[in-house]
């Protein structure tokens, strides 16, 4: 059984920061496309940050409204990720959720999701 497990969170003031990383565990064979996304109380689940799987180099990709206060990084070799969150406003408080694309030892590829988050950003 594979998971995805975030941690992390908290409340924050206003210009502060957070580091969220995300764990997994089970039988990975391999880490695809893995993300950030968040949601928001009466709102849609909405992505933050997305990263791919390169040899050596990732691409990454970001919501324009955390560019250059955000950066999403992660380790193959432990099959985690973390997401650095800068500048943090309350229009960030939202649950966030680990989103990652996973091949499985004799089981194919399927998308997993963490179970979510809490950031509560106060002004």
């Known amino acids: 059984q594979v998971q995805l497990v975030e941690s992390g969170g908290g409340f924050v003031q206003a210009g502060g920061s957070l580091r969220l990383s995300c764990a997994s565990s089970g039988s990975i064979a391999r880490m695809y496309h893995m993300g950030w996304y968040r949601q928001a109380p009466g709102k849609q689940r909405e992505l933050v940050a997305t990263i791919t799987n390169g040899a050596s180099i990732f691409s990454t990709n970001y919501a324009d409204s955390v560019k250059g206060r955000f950066t999403i990084s992660r380790d193959n070799a432990k099959n985690t990720m973390t997401l650095q969150m800068n500048s943090l406003n309350p229009e960030d408080t939202a649950v966030y959720y680990c989103?990652?694309?996973?091949?499985?030892?004799?089981?194919?590829?399927?998308?997993?999701w963490g179970q979510g988050t809490q950031v509560t950003v106060s002004s």
């Open positions: 989103n990652a694309k996973i091949l499985r030892f004799a089981l194919g590829t399927a998308d997993y």
